[in-house]
């Protein structure tokens, strides 16, 4: 069983910087994909970024130019650097890898989430 930890996420100033990391717990396949989703009260969890690997990413219209996704899907490990942070960027946030084993297929594991809060 994969744990992720996740790291980084507090309050912010609008127009301020955070950088979430998330490590898996092992990672001996590697892992298909990782990325970050974020979820607020009421609303269902939206991706924000994923990773294939290096150069092979998507990331939600909300956040393309603001928010950058990398890390090493081998080594388990996922960085989200959000810079000009707007309110409506308030969210838990959770790191997400996603892998395919033998007699379960395709495997997603998630973090505890961490809270993200931009406020002046």
């Known amino acids: 069983q994969v744990q992720l930890v996740e790291s980084g996420g507090g309050l912010v100033q609008p127009g301020g910087s955070l950088r979430l990391s998330c490590v898996a717990s092992?990672?001996?396949?590697?892992?298909?994909?990782m990325g970050w989703y974020r979820q607020t009260a009421g609303t269902h969890r939206e991706l924000v970024a994923t990773?294939?690997?290096?150069?092979?990413?998507d990331i939600a219209d909300a956040v393309k130019g603001r928010f950058t996704i990398s890390g090493d899907n081998f080594k388990g490990t996922v960085n989200l650097q959000m810079n000009s942070l707007k309110p409506e960027d308030t969210a838990v946030y959770y790191c997400?890898?996603?892998?395919?084993?033998?007699?379960?297929?395709?495997?997603?594991?998630w973090g505890q989430g961490t809270q993200v809060t931009v406020s002046s």
């Open positions: 990773m294939l690997n290096p150069g092979n990413t």
């Open positions: 092992e990672s001996i396949t590697g892992f298909r994909s």
């Open positions: 997400n890898a996603v892998r395919i084993e033998s007699g379960r297929g395709v495997t997603s594991y």
